[in-house]
């Protein structure tokens, strides 16, 4: 079965540190990665997606992730966080031809001022 | 373009009742997922339906069922319900195809008494 992985489940970080998030996926065939983003009191939002081609991606807010497959990663990463960048951040996984996201346990960032 | 919504937001319910979440996509989305938010098992896929049709599910017990009507809106019911039902059940809804972006709602919290 498949299964992601976020090794990191709390950070703390102050302004203008780098950050990157783990993700590992279990899966040996073709994938789908996605990272959303929880602000505090908002829906779920899509931060970034990765399907082919670059693995290196750019999404929202100056977050970019690599998708590396002979490591099963992809790692999301932003240069320079800010205090509204304080959210939980959760890795997802879809196989094939199917729309069933399969989640990391995510984890849960706070900038501080 | 109106997000996903989802009512009710707030349900308390007492073990042994049934429950029904119901869930509007963004007009033109003909899929809609559901996910079963806990702090213990995080984000877990329920099932989805796309046309009216259910098209994947997830390893949950019969007694979680859900139906999507004509206009796309769909019903999520939970027989039977038990304590560790307490929990955020979110649907997101996207156009249906493979990799096409999820759009989430803000989630129905239920508590089991």
């Known amino acids: 079965a498949q299964s992601v992985s976020q090794h990191n489940h709390h950070v703390i970080l102050s302004e203008a540190a780098s950050l990157e998030l783990g993700c590992n996926y279990s899966?040996?065939?073709?994938?789908?990665l996605f990272w959303y983003v929880q602000y505090p009191g908002q829906h779920l939002q899509l931060l970034l997606k990765?399907?082919?081609?670059?693995?290196l991606v750019k999404g929202i807010k100056g977050f970019e992730a690599e998708f590396i497959k002979s490591k099963f990663s992809f790692n999301l990463r932003k240069p320079s966080v800010q205090w509204s960048d304080t959210a939980e951040y959760f890795c997802a996984v879809s196989t094939g031809a199917t729309n069933k996201l399969i989640f990391g346990t995510g984890t849960l960032l706070a900038v501080q001022p | 373009k109106a997000g996903v919504t989802q009512t009710p937001r707030y349900l308390i319910k007492t073990r042994g009742q049934q429950v029904t979440l119901s869930c509007s996509p963004i007009?033109?989305?003909?899929?809609v997922s559901w996910y079963q938010q806990t702090p213990g098992q995080g984000l877990q896929f329920l099932f989805e339906?796309?046309?009216?049709?259910?098209?994947n599910k997830g390893n949950f017990p019969g007694r979680f069922s859900g139906r999507q009507f004509s206009n796309s809106r769909s019903e999520m019911n939970v027989s039977t319900l038990e304590l560790g039902d307490s929990a955020l059940y979110l649907c997101?809804?996207?156009?249906?195809?493979?990799?096409?972006?999820?759009?989430f709602g803000p989630g129905t919290r239920l508590l089991v008494l």
């Open positions: 899966y040996g065939g073709t994938v789908n």
């Open positions: 997101a809804s996207s156009l249906g195809q493979p990799r096409e972006t999820q759009y």
């Open positions: 339906y796309f046309s009216e049709t259910q098209r």
């Open positions: 990765y399907f082919s081609g670059d693995p």
């Open positions: 007009s033109g989305h003909r899929s």
